[in-house]
């Protein structure tokens, strides 16, 4: 059964850094793309970040750029999200998706297989 567990989040003030961590089971995507999507209250689940295989090509969404950095460990079949200069726009469940495909863009949430169960991330001002 392949599952995504992530963690890391929590509540914290703004202008704090966090770390999420996204954990792979079941099989490996080490030469898959990997994805980090948030979904606040109200809002569609919105592309954050993404990440090849081969660690060769990042994408970011515009209003993360230069404090979000998302990397990987394939050896530990692990994805990170380092988030820097948090705002209380960045709140919201942060999800782990992982794809098997290439049909579509990497921003398309259609593009990724698999989901993790998400995490909280609160930013207070």
């Known amino acids: 059964q392949v599952q995504l567990v992530e963690s890391g989040g929590g509540l914290v003030q703004t202008g704090a850094s966090l770390k999420l961590s996204c954990a792979a089971s079941?099989?490996?995507?080490?030469?898959?793309?990997m994805g980090w999507f948030r979904q606040a209250p109200g809002k569609e689940r919105d592309f954050v970040a993404a990440i090849s295989g081969s660690e060769r090509s990042t994408y970011y969404k515009e209003s993360v750029k230069g404090r979000f950095t998302i990397s990987r460990d394939n050896a530990k079949s692990t994805v990170y999200l380092q988030m820097n200069s948090l705002t209380p726009e960045d709140t919201a469940v942060y999800y782990c998706?992982?794809?098997?495909?290439?049909?579509?863009?990497?921003?398309?949430?259609?593009?990724?297989?698999?989901w993790g169960q998400g995490t909280q991330v609160t930013v207070s001002s």
């Open positions: 079941g099989r490996t995507f080490s030469n898959n793309l």
């Open positions: 998706a992982a794809s098997t495909s290439y049909t579509r863009p990497y921003y398309d949430t259609s593009r990724y297989d698999y």
